[in-house]
Nanobody
Framework: QVQLVESGGGLVQPGGSLRLSCLAS????????MAWYRQVPGKRRDMVAS???????DYTNSVKGRFIISIDNAKNTVYLQMNSLKTEDTAVYYC???????????WGQGTQVTVSS
């Protein structure tokens, strides 16, 4: 069982920055691919950024050049640095861990990000 705990959400003005953190219950990044998703009420949960065990990253087009996903193995933490935030980035952000060998996946509880003036 993998537990993921997100933090770092909050209220920020357009153009501002936030850094989300996802603390994992142990050293899982050598066996799990990690990702950040976001969801607004009434819509599906969509992937925002991902990072593989090998360190390859991918981003949805709307955040390319503004968001950066990274891993700190020593702290068992995945980060999402969000810059130049827009009102349309407002959502609940979720951390996700996937083991492609076992097909097991886990979600965090989510953290709210609100971009508003």
């Amino acid at each position: 069982q993998v537990q993921l705990v997100e933090s770092g959400g909050g209220l920020v003005q357009p153009g501002g920055s936030l850094r989300l953190s996802c603390l994992a219950s142990g050293s899982i990044f050598d066996t799990y691919d990690m990702a950040w998703y976001r969801q607004v009420p009434g819509k599906r949960r969509d992937m925002v950024a991902s990072i593989t065990r090998g360190g390859s990253t991918d981003y949805t087009n709307s955040v390319k050049g503004r968001f950066i996903i990274s891993i700190d193995n020593a702290k068992n933490t995945v980060y999402l640095q969000m810059n130049s935030l827009k009102t349309e980035d407002t959502a609940v952000y979720y951390c996700r861990a996937d083991n492609l060998a076992t097909l097991k996946g886990y979600w965090g509880q989510g953290t709210q990000v609100t971009v508003s003036s």
